[in-house]
């Protein structure tokens, strides 16, 4: 029995979930009676996703230390050289040091991950001709 959008009844209380493109199912609990707190937390959820702010735990600051992606990716590549998909990761490895190879390996978050493969799925299906602009 759904007592508000998105908020049901479970054995401890209540359970809201929110399903937003950055960030895929989201779900919090509340005590029985919180029913107006689980409908604001629906609200804070979406509005966070149209912002496309990161959820807070990956707010946490990074660390600028350490090698780069660009330093790593050679001795990284050179421990998998028994693959048998050695030339996919290979080329999949020099992709992402092109984007972000100048930052240290240590600050890549998956927001950054997120946004690129986003990036790149967009120019893909433009390019394919599946999507993208009009013209």
């Known amino acids: 029995m759904k007592l508000a959008p998105g908020v049901f009844p479970d054995h401890y209380g209540l359970r809201a979930f929110k399903r937003t493109k950055l960030h895929g199912l989201e779900t919090k ?18 509005a966070r996703a149209v912002l496309k702010l990161p959820k807070p ?9 350490g090698p780069t992606l660009a330093e790593d990716a050679p001795r990284y590549l050179d421990a998998i050289q028994g693959m048998p998909t050695i030339a ?8 992402w040091v092109a984007v972000l190879g100048d930052k240290p390996r240590a600050s890549i978050t998956s927001v950054n991950a997120r ?16 999507g993208g602009l009009v013209g």
Do not use: C, M, N, Y
Request: no cysteine.
């Open 29 to 46: 609990r509340f005590k029985a009676d919180e029913l107006e707190q689980a409908k604001r937390w629906r609200e804070e959820v979406a």
């Open 57 to 65: 735990e990956q707010t946490k600051p990074v660390s600028t230390a």
């Open 115 to 130: 946004q690129r493969l986003e990036e790149w799925r967009v120019v893909s299906q433009f390019e394919s001709g599946d």
């Open 88 to 95: 996919d990761r290979t080329r999949h490895i020099k992709a």
